[in-house]
């Protein structure tokens, strides 16, 4: 069972829609990333540096054809602190709708 833990890193919408992509394939191509994201290719290759730097995702980079293509996914490390931070927002929720033990004093 994954321990939930808020993640500061994945919590920003851009970056969880990002790594909630990731999750759900192997590998994802930049050009996929970018148009489900609706994001510039700068805009994206930030998100991805991000998180490749804090050890969450991992790119590849390689020649189709004449062109360079860059693909990505999650890392062990990137899919723990996913699941986690998911985990994390469910207890947030499920604690905000349960009703209260007792008033507030």
């Known amino acids: ?14 970056r969880l829609s990002l790594v909630a992509t990731l999750a759900a394939a192997d590998w994802a191509e930049f050009a996929f990333l970018k148009d489900r994201l609706q994001l510039s290719d700068s805009a ?11 050890g969450y995702v991992a790119t590849e980079r390689r020649l189709s054809g004449s062109r360079r293509k860059v693909r990505a996914r999650l ?20 604690d905000a709708a ?4 007792e008033p507030p004093a």
């Open 1 to 14: 069972m994954t321990k939930a833990q808020f993640d500061e890193l994945i919590h920003p919408s851009t």
């Open 44 to 54: 994206l290759s930030k998100q991805l540096t991000t998180l490749e730097e804090a």
């Open 75 to 94: 890392t062990s490390a990137g899919r723990d602190a996913f699941n986690g931070h998911i985990e994390a927002l469910r207890a947030i929720v499920a």
């Open 98 to 101: 349960a009703p209260a033990q």
